[in-house]
Each structure stands twice: as structure tokens, then as C-alpha cells.
T-cell receptor
């Protein structure tokens, strides 16, 4: 089955700097790669996703890049703000019966 | 729309007890799933359903049962609770069963098994 590895497990950045989280996946048939943000005590919520026919996608201060050859994808957050502090999860799916394989998560702390 | 709802929010059980975690959605979503979240391990799929009457196992199904008698409801049953089942449980739903659209999560149930 699919295996998703996520790095780093914790990331501390100064407000205004950029944050990058990287994930690798094992199943070459995976074609959907979402990112979820989970604030403390809250539910995970989708922030951005990318499909295998696209190499990069942006939404304001966040962007995701995908390298299918190397089987890795990354989340980029620019101009970080305190409200970006949360746990971020990457996931991958090959589109079969809605099964998502999640990474272990990255705790992002943005310090003023 | 209320979205995805879960009850209870918190639960404490003794080893060997059974209970049902409730999950409901009012978005007419075909796909529903249960995850457990443990520190450092992300979200792991327990069971999922692609429609009423259809369920299947995920990554960590042992000790749990599910059924889907209606589109709206997807309860998770713990048959005989064990301390290893102490976790936060999330129910999620999505419109399609393709695995390539947004999953909406419920608020979670924090379960402690003593």
C-alpha cells in the first residue's frame, strides 16, 4: 500500500519568513495530493490540493509543488503569520475508494 | 448545513466496555470514513463506506465495527475497549467516492480507555 513520509516533524519560523514542508510517497499510481491544516483542538481542514497533471498550484500565500518522477510534493507558506501556527498534514491517494494515506504531520510554530 | 457532526465529544471507558461513536452528515455525501489520530502518527483510516450498505476496512480495522444503513449516518462501534484504543477519532465525508475530492472532517471524539 501507499506510504507517505513527511518532514520535518517540527518547524519553527520567524514571522514573515517562509516555511517549507516536504512529503514523499511510495505508490507511483497516486494522483491526488491534498494538504490539511489542524489548529490545536480543532478538526483538520483542507487548505490546498494538487493533482498529478499539475506541477504547481498557488493560493495567496500558500503553494504546493509536485515532482511525480521523484515522488515528492511540498507545501510552501510565504510571509508567515502567527495564525499559520498549526499542524500540517500531507496525504496521497490513487483515487481508489477515497482512501487517503496521511503523513505523520508537521508542527509549525510562527514566532513574532 | 451542520456539515459533519460527531457525538460524544469526550468519553471515558473501562477496559472491556463497548460503545458507539456517532457520525452524521447532512451534505448528501456518498463517502464516509473513520480515522484515529495518535501523536506522531497522523491520521489512520479505520473503516470507510462508499454508500449505504457498503463498507470496507482501512489500515487499522481491528477492534472496530461499522455499518451504513443510511447515507447520512456512519456509526463506529468499539466491541471491547482496550487501552490501545485511547485516541482522538475523526469522522470524515466527501461528495464523491473517487478519493480525489475534499474530505470534510467532524469535530472529533476524544476517547480514553482505562
Amino acid at each position: 500500500g501507499e506510504n507517505v513520509e513527511q518532514h520535518p516533524s517540527t518547524l519553527s519560523v520567524q514571522e514573515g519568513d517562509s516555511a517549507v514542508i516536504k512529503c514523499t510517497y511510495s505508490d507511483s499510481a497516486s494522483n491526488y495530493f491534498p494538504w490539511y491544516k489542524q489548529e490545536l483542538g480543532k478538526r483538520p481542514q483542507l487548505i490546498i490540493d494538487i493533482r498529478s497533471n499539475v506541477g504547481e498550484k498557488k493560493d495567496q500565500r500558500i503553494a504546493v509543488t509536485l515532482n511525480k518522477t521523484a515522488k515528492h510534493f511540498s507545501l510552501h507558506i510565504t510571509e508567515t503569520q502567527p495564525e499559520d501556527s498549526a499542524v500540517y498534514f500531507c496525504a496521497a491517494s490513487r483515487g481508489s475508494w477515497g482512501k487517503l494515506q496521511f503523513g505523520a504531520g508537521t508542527q509549525v510554530v510562527v514566532t513574532p | 448545513n451542520a456539515g459533519v457532526t460527531q457525538t460524544p465529544k469526550f468519553q471515558v471507558l473501562k477496559t472491556g466496555q463497548s460503545m458507539t461513536l456517532q457520525c452524521a452528515q447532512d451534505m448528501n455525501h456518498e463517502y464516509m470514513s473513520w480515522y484515529r489520530q495518535d501523536p506522531g502518527m497522523g491520521l489512520r483510516l479505520i473503516h470507510y463506506s462508499v454508500g449505504a450498505g457498503i463498507t470496507d476496512q482501512g489500515e487499522v480495522p481491528n477492534g472496530y465495527n461499522v455499518s451504513r444503513s443510511t447515507t447520512e449516518d456512519f456509526p463506529l462501534r468499539l466491541l471491547s475497549a482496550a487501552p490501545s484504543q485511547t485516541s482522538v477519532y475523526f469522522c470524515a465525508s466527501s461528495l464523491q467516492t473517487s478519493g480525489t475530492d475534499t474530505q470534510y472532517f467532524g469535530p472529533g471524539t476524544r476517547l480514553t480507555v482505562l
